[in-house]
């Protein structure tokens, strides 16, 4: 078994995505707080405008049609027109660091080496981790503290060998989602 691994990741469109979507629905808090964000308070305020402006109806009737307005209107446009814009700035910013990132992982941390800048994440920091379809995902209790790109590893053996090396001489665990 390995106990030092070495991967150039070049950053691309899906991996973004991927950040994306963990970022606003990642764990059960934060897509509460984006359904709460782009849901419920837009239909709140949506509310407020038809029960001011009609009358007649049941608050029932104002609340459903308010859901339907702030989902169909903003919440669903947002994810599917706004999601691209914030994945393509994203890949500018990461691009902007260089045109590749250089991942070092060994018994002692996880390091990310970009133009300028390094990051260190210690494996006493981290208490487990969640292998996701384009990605490892390492966390401290709930909170991410790093992600290595599936991408960025050059063969299904060598992805084999970092799976037994978090294991074996990590002793991380998988988390359950």
Do not use: H
């Not at 446009?77 to 902007?96: D, E, H």
């Amino acid at each position: 078994m390995k106990d030092k691994f070495s991967f150039e990741y070049v950053p691309n469109a899906a991996d973004a995505s991927t950040g994306f979507d963990l970022g606003f629905f990642g764990t059960p808090a934060r897509t509460a707080k984006t359904l709460l964000l782009f849901l419920v308070v837009p239909a709140f305020v949506i509310y407020q405008l038809l029960t001011l402006t009609t009358r007649g109806g049941s608050w029932l009737d104002y609340t459903l049609m308010a859901l339907l307005i702030a989902g169909f209107l903003w919440l669903l446009p947002f994810y599917f027109s706004m999601r691209a814009l914030f994945v393509r700035a994203a890949l500018k910013r990461q691009l902007a660091d260089g045109p590749t990132q250089i991942i070092e992982i060994d018994k002692e941390c996880i390091e990310r080496r970009t133009r300028g800048r390094i990051s260190k994440i210690s494996w006493s920091e981290i208490s487990s981790f969640r292998e996701l379809d384009r990605a490892f995902i390492f966390q401290k209790d709930k909170r991410v503290m790093a992600a290595v790109e599936k991408s960025a590893i050059p063969s299904l053996t060598e992805l084999d060998e970092f799976r037994e090396f978090l294991r074996e001489a990590i002793g991380l665990k998988p988390s359950v989602k």
